[in-house]
C-alpha cells in the first residue's frame, strides 16, 4: 500500500485519529510521514476534519451513522449540532451561505448555545457538559474559551447588553419627546424578552435575576449601566410634583419584566404593550 492510500486508509478506518496520532502510527509501520503530510493528503480528499471524515463514511453508507461507533456517533453529532448552529448565527448576523463562519463566530456560537440552556434550565441547572454537548465540543475545548461555567454566564449577559445597550441607545435618538424616547426604550427592552434570542432573554431578565453573591458582583456593573439609561430617560420626564423617580424606574422594570409571563405571540406587539404601559403610566403621574 502506497503513503496516500495508508492515509486514506485512516481516515476511512479511525476518522477520529488526529493527524499527528497517524503519521506517528505510519511511521512505525516504516512510511515516513509528518503530521503536516497526513494533513496535504486529507486535504486533498476535503477530510483534514474528523467531522468531514466522519460525514464521508455516513454518506458512503447512504447517509446512516449505524457503522460508526458509539464515539464517533457522538463526535458526528457534536459536529452536526455545531453547524446547525452556526449557520443559524451566519443568517442573524447577514452572512451569505458559503460564509466560512467556524473561525470568526464560534466565541458567538457557544455563548448562544449556552444562553439557550440558561433560559432552558436555569444557571444551577446547566452544566459544562450540558453546553458542551449543545454546541458540538468536548467539555476540554469549551475550556479553551472559557474556563469555567460562571465565566461563560457572565459573557453571556455582558453580550446581550451590549447588544441591548446599543439598540436602545440607537433607538432613543430618534425622538426628542421625553415620553416617546421612553416608550421606544420599553420596546426594545420587551422585544428582546420575549422576541429576541437566548442571549439577549439573558440581558433583559438580568436585572432581576438571582444568583448565588459572587455571581452577582460580577454581573452588577452591566446591570448598573442599563439601569443608567432608564435612569436618564425617566429624569427627563415631566413627572407630577411628589413622584420618586427611582420607585417610578423600579415600577416600570417589574412591569416590563413581567410580561415575560403572560406574554401570547399573535396578539398584541412589544411596540403595542410598551404603548400602552407607557401611557398608562404617563396619564397617573403627568402634572394636571
Known sequence: MDLEAAVLDYARKAPQMGQQR??????????????????YLWKKHNLETAYKRLKALQAASDGV???????QQAMLQRGDARRSLERKIGRSLGH??????????????????????????????????????????????LHHYFPSKEDLFVAVHQEGFRQLIARVTDLRRQ?????????????????????????????ATGLFSIHEAKLQRRLKSDRRAYDRIFADLIAELPLARGI??????????????????????????????????????RGKNTPA
Not at 451513522?65 to 464515539?71: D, I, R, V
Not at 456560537?109 to 457538559?129: D, N
Request: with cysteine; glycine share 10%; aromatic share 6%.
Open 96 to 141: 451569505s451561505p458559503g460564509h466560512n463562519s467556524e473561525a470568526q463566530d464560534r466565541r458567538q456560537h457557544i455563548l448562544l448555545g449556552a444562553a439557550q440552556l440558561f433560559v432552558e434550565h436555569g444557571y444551577g441547572g446547566t452544566s459544562v457538559r450540558d453546553i458542551a454537548e449543545r454546541v458540538g465540543l468536548m467539555p476540554g475545548s
Open 22 to 39: 497517524v503519521a506517528d502510527e505510519l511511521t512505525r509501520r516504516g512510511l515516513a510521514v509528518s503530521a503536516s503530510g497526513v494533513r
Open 65 to 71: 451513522a449505524h457503522g460508526l461507533t458509539p464515539l
Open 244 to 281: 420618586d423617580r427611582s420607585l417610578f424606574r423600579l415600577n416600570l422594570f417589574g412591569a416590563l419584566n413581567w410580561t415575560l409571563v403572560w406574554y401570547k405571540p399573535g396578539k398584541l406587539t412589544p411596540a403595542q404593550i410598551a404603548h400602552q404601559l407607557v401611557m398608562m403610566l
Open 175 to 203: 425622538s426628542k419627546e421625553p415620553w416617546r424616547k421612553l416608550e421606544l426604550a420599553c420596546t426594545e427592552h420587551i422585544h428582546s424578552m420575549v422576541v429576541g434570542d437566548a442571549i439577549a432573554r439573558i440581558a
